[in-house]
């Protein structure tokens, strides 16, 4: 690896991870529009999201407000292609948000 990169690495999540998820989650729901929530979660009330997520599950089709550009070229440097945007689903921060969909063949 390069000078200055990071390495990821990326692992199934386990319920010990459940309060480090549960907080990363609830900063995006008090700060942005990533998520339409409005109210904080309790690890209590994430696990069943953490649980509907098998290791071997699925995971091809992400989301996000468009919010701005950065969330793009992010998304196409992790080999999604973006599929369709639907226009002012949501509604937060007084304002309505179109949301983009992407996905990446497994």
Known sequence: ?????TEIQVR??????????????NHYV?????TFDT?????RERRAWLLSH????????????????GSARLHARF?????GT????????GRYWDVAWYEKPL
């Open 1 to 5: 690896m390069a000078s200055g990169e």
């Open 12 to 25: 199934p999540g386990v319920e010990d991870d459940l309060k480090a998820l549960t907080d990363l989650y």
């Open 30 to 34: 008090r700060e942005t529009a990533i």
């Open 39 to 43: 109210e904080p979660f309790t690890p």
């Open 54 to 69: 098998p290791e071997d599950g699925p995971h091809r089709l992400r989301v996000a407000t468009n919010a701005n550009s």
């Open 79 to 83: 080999g999604f292609r973006h599929v």
């Open 86 to 93: 639907h226009r002012e689903v949501g509604r937060k921060f």
